[in-house]
């Protein structure tokens, strides 16, 4: 049954959730930095497609776990103008060599890592090339306790029915200690959503 949910139920529902119109202008504005040869971790049903900038973008290796994603972003991935090649594979093992890409990209993906997180974003900084970017928009742990606290309580809950998600990840400690370096950082409560699912992480990191 949790094979089932999370391979034909969850993508849907994931879906519906990050199709929100207004999250587009999120997606846009932080993938204005993508360039030349990308990685897209997490890459889902394939919503950050179309906000890629086309005339910066070499192609896209796109990389997730789940094969219900992959089908749901066959279209997306058919009608980008973009290349798009598409990997099933966890993000804490990649095959992919040593300083293989210009930009890596991640959103709302941290959360659902569901072990080695710091494993991943390890593998992240591998195979980023040296002065290459890691673009990111994430939400995790808030810094008002009122709000962490809630998001402790709940995220118990929060990993059975959202399929992985954790509410109170450290993203920018993660991004930190994986040896990243912040070129941009924005944190704010993301607009028509619960702050304990809504403190979010936008930012640029880089490789040195």
Request: proline share 5%; with cysteine; hydrophobic share 40%.
């Amino acid at each position: 049954m949790r094979r089932l949910y999370s391979r034909f139920i969850f993508p849907r529902l994931l879906g519906v959730f990050c199709s929100r119109s207004f999250l587009a202008r999120y997606r846009k504005a932080v993938l204005a930095e993508a360039n030349g040869e990308v990685l897209e971790i997490g890459f889902g049903t394939g919503l950050n497609l179309p906000h890629y900038p086309a005339e910066k973008v070499a192609k896209i290796t796109a990389i997730d776990t789940n094969v219900g994603m992959r089908n749901l972003a066959h279209d997306r991935m058919m009608s980008s103008s973009i290349p798009v090649e598409h990997v099933l594979v966890g993000g804490d093992a990649l095959p992919m060599p040593d300083n293989s890409y210009d930009t890596v990209v991640s959103t709302w993906v941290l959360c659902s890592i569901k072990e080695n997180v710091q494993g991943a974003l390890k593998e992240l900084y591998r195979v980023l090339k040296p002065n290459g970017k890691f673009i990111f928009l994430e939400h995790g742990l808030s810094p008002d306790p009122k709000v962490r606290a809630w998001q402790d309580r709940l995220n118990p809950i929060q990993v059975i029915i959202a399929d992985g998600c954790h509410l109170n990840r450290d993203v920018k400690g993660l991004i930190s200690q994986a040896g990243f370096q912040f070129e941009k950082l924005r944190e704010y409560y993301l607009e028509k959503t619960p702050k304990v699912g809504g403190y979010m992480y936008e930012g640029v990191a880089t490789k040195k």
